[in-house]
């Protein structure tokens, strides 16, 4: 199963917006509702920050959005802050009931 | 509030086994899947493996199948990875997570790194 496609980084200044694209197959990403992104920081562990394409957990900004278009899911962060500046997963239920993880993208707060 | 709280890594010669646990806390632990995703030094996550909240269906990565297995102990609240046959491809810090909304994983432990080296 490769990766899913996301660019290697990102950046942006503080309030503005930006968006990581997540690239798969009909096997994955265009397959299922089930795309998901993940917000790690340095040394720290993976956090859910959308799952379902769209839907955010309890506790999440609704500076974070998550939609999809055929093969291509894509995370949304509008009003940037410093503390948004972290590693982004994204990752995708397939049809081998296996899950995909994509690459990571690097996201600076400039 | 839930914990993940995984143990058992180590350094480990090539072709030699470690057991990996993580114990949970603060859901029904035997009504969710559970799941172990690895991060090699520097690199991305990778999926591993997955079980069924009952422990009857386990899902492997092409990458370990045939040398890793995923076991649960419900009584225990515990998950489990028994890894085999170990590659230095295999250093990583492994998390456990749980999928309690859907498919994908909602909360995730620490991590415990594995270090495969002679």
């Known amino acids: 199963q490769s990766a899913l496609t996301q660019p290697a980084s990102v950046s942006g200044s503080p309030g503005q917006s930006i968006t990581i694209s997540c690239t798969g197959t009909s096997s994955d990403v265009g397959g299922f509702n089930y795309v998901s992104w993940y917000q790690q920081h340095p040394g720290k562990a993976p956090k859910l920050m959308i799952y379902g394409v769209s839907n955010r957990p309890s506790g999440i900004s609704n500076r974070f959005s998550g939609s999809k278009s055929g093969n291509t899911a894509s995370l949304t962060i509008s009003g940037l802050q410093a503390e948004d500046e972290a590693d982004y997963y994204c990752?995708?239920?397939?049809?081998?009931?296996?899950?995909?993880f994509g690459g990571g993208t690097k996201l600076t707060v400039l | 509030e839930v914990q993940l709280l995984e143990s058992g890594g180590g350094l480990v010669q090539p072709g030699g086994s470690l057991r990996l646990s993580c114990a949970a806390s603060g859901f029904i632990f035997s009504s969710y899947a559970m799941g172990w995703v690895r991060q090699a030094p520097g690199k991305g996550l990778e999926w591993v493996s997955g079980i069924s909240g009952s422990g009857d269906s386990t899902y492997y990565a092409d990458s370990v199948k045939g040398r890793f297995t995923i076991s649960r102990d419900n009584s225990q609240s515990t998950l489990y990875l028994q890894m085999n046959s170990l590659r230095a491809e295999d250093t990583a810090v492994y998390y456990c997570?749980?999928?309690?909304?859907?498919?994908?994983?909602?909360?995730w432990g620490q991590g415990t790194l594995v270090t495969v080296s002679s």
């Open positions: 997570a749980v999928r309690i909304l859907g498919a994908h994983f909602d909360y």
């Open positions: 990752s995708s239920y397939t049809t081998r009931s296996t899950w995909v």
